[in-house]
């Protein structure tokens, strides 16, 4: 059964990832994931590093690695605002693998540091969730 069309927007800091319509939205939130028709309630949501998926049909699915970001729902249209978007197939496992141990290795060092303790979990979240993404 085919779903009406959304309009929805994917931007990075580098710029448009993704504008077209969909029939559905797959990320997750800081509360857990969500699955985003259209004509869905307003919603402001912190998103997790996932696999992003917006579905143009049920047959067919664009992907992303989504990092941490922000996503609005309103007016029958979502904008997604996330630190990265990658295709899986531009991932690079055994660079994502060197990168999450010196997430790891700046996590262990990181002390009392709050600041610096924040920043190597983020990191260290969003490169796991990217490397589990690339491995397929």
């Known amino acids: 059964m085919a779903h009406e069309k959304f309009r929805v ?9 993704f504008n077209d319509e969909v029939e559905m939205v797959s990320t997750k939130t800081a509360v857990g994931s969500i699955g985003v028709l ?8 912190m998103l997790d590093p996932t696999e992003l998926r917006l579905y143009n049909s049920e047959s067919e699915c664009v992907r992303f690695a989504q990092a941490e970001g922000y996503m ?3 007016d029958n249209r979502a904008l997604i ?3 990265e978007a990658l ?3 531009d991932l690079d ?6 990168r999450l141990q010196q997430a790891e290795r700046e996590l262990e060092s990181a002390g009392d540091d709050t600041e610096k303790r924040r920043v190597a979990e983020r990191d260290k979240a ?3 969730t990217f490397l589990s993404i690339a491995e397929g």
Do not use: D, M, N, Y
């Open 38 to 45: 259209a004509h869905h309630q307003p919603i402001l949501a």
């Open 72 to 74: 609005q729902v309103a």
């Open 126 to 128: 969003r490169l796991e």
């Open 87 to 89: 295709a899986p197939g």
């Open 9 to 17: 927007e994917v931007l990075t800091p580098e710029g448009e990832v």
């Open 93 to 98: 496992a055994s660079s994502l693998r060197e």
């Open 81 to 83: 605002l996330v630190e």
